[in-house]
Nanobody
Framework: QVRLVESGGDLVQPGGSLRLSCAAS????????MGWYRQAPGKQRELVAT???????VYADSVKGRFTISRDNAKNTVYLQMNSLQSEDTAVYYC?????????WGQGTQVTVSS
């Protein structure tokens, strides 16, 4: 069992920045693919970004060039740096720890982009 706790969500103005963090309770953190997903009201949950290593990342087209995913295996933490935020980025952001057969999920953190 892996417990994931997200933090960093907030209300921010368009064009602003936020950094989300996700702390994982597992000593095998480095073996998991870590990901950020988001779900806006009335929409399905969607991929934002995933990371295996710093050289192996995947981003949704909608966030490429604006968001950066990173991980610190010594701290069992994955981050999502979000720049140039837009109203369309408003959603609950979820952290996920993934193996080939299973995914663990956090409770989510709210990001609201509004003036």
């Amino acid at each position: 069992q892996v417990r994931l706790v997200e933090s960093g969500g907030d209300l921010v103005q368009p064009g602003g920045s936020l950094r989300l963090s996700c702390a994982a309770s597992t000593r095998f953190f480095s073996t998991y693919r870590m990901g950020w997903y988001r779900q806006a009201p009335g929409k399905q949950r969607e991929l934002v970004a995933t990371i295996i290593t710093s050289d192996s990342t995947v981003y949704a087209d909608s966030v490429k060039g604006r968001f950066t995913i990173s991980r610190d295996n010594a701290k069992n933490t994955v981050y999502l740096q979000m720049n140039s935020l837009q109203s369309e980025d408003t959603a609950v952001y979820y952290c996920s720890a993934q193996t080939t057969t299973y995914s663990y999920w956090g409770q989510g953190t709210q990001v609201t982009v509004s003036s």
